[in-house]
């Protein structure tokens, strides 16, 4: 029964947790699952038969402002074409020593402005780690004339007294029209869109 409830409060199901360590800097969460019966990715037969045991420690979201680790137990399965591999869980990716929600967490420190360096540091990964979760976020942005006109006049806006207007010269639009003339915030809008 109380594991159940360890569950919900981990967001994680399917797993059985062990135990718990708490420490000055880190919990531990030892987790295992029950074994199922397994697709054998060589060869597509079923297998139940376990070849051996391993554990791999996996970071997780900060709990209770402290690092987390989930230490899994995991199982390695043999078939009978003599193909070995391990179960898979949803909540980790494959060859990842992170969770799924620990990586979309990074994504969306990142796209909320904070630094690569803040975030790695409030998550417990490298900043090497963070960069290359940052190289794999893909977004869409919006597409601009070969040519545009940038132009201020004065304005009624609350920001300021002059602010910014984008024209397509060729075709004679307004594209946008920007709160104010700044540098800064002129950057933001041209790398976020």
Not at 10 to 33: P, S
Not at 62 to 67: M, N, R
Not at 171 to 178: A, E, G, M
Request: proline share 4%; with cysteine.
């Amino acid at each position: 029964m109380h594991n159940h409830y360890i569950n919900k409060l981990l967001n994680i199901e399917d797993v059985i947790v062990k135990k718990i360590d708490h420490a000055n800097t880190f919990v531990k969460i030892y987790l295992e699952t029950k074994p199922h019966v397994q697709i054998c990715p060589c060869c597509g037969s079923t297998t139940k038969r376990v070849h051996n045991y391993r554990y791999q420690t996996i970071k997780d979201l900060p709990f209770q402002l402290k690092h987390c680790y989930l230490v899994l137990h995991k199982r390695r399965y043999v078939c009978m074409c003599g193909k070995r591999f391990y179960e898979t869980y949803h909540f980790l990716p494959r060859y990842f020593q992170r969770t799924t929600r620990l990586t979309a967490f990074i994504v969306s420190s990142l796209h909320n402005s904070q630094s690569i360096k803040e975030t790695a540091r409030q998550t417990n990964v490298s900043t090497a780690t963070v960069g290359r979760i940052l190289d794999t976020i893909s977004y869409s942005r919006r597409k601009f004339p070969t040519t545009i006109s940038i132009d201020e006049f004065r304005g009624n806006a609350s920001t300021g007294k002059f602010q910014c207007i984008l024209v397509d010269p060729i075709k004679h639009k307004t594209l946008d029209i920007l709160p104010d003339r700044q540098h800064n915030h002129l950057v933001s809008y041209f790398s976020c869109n």
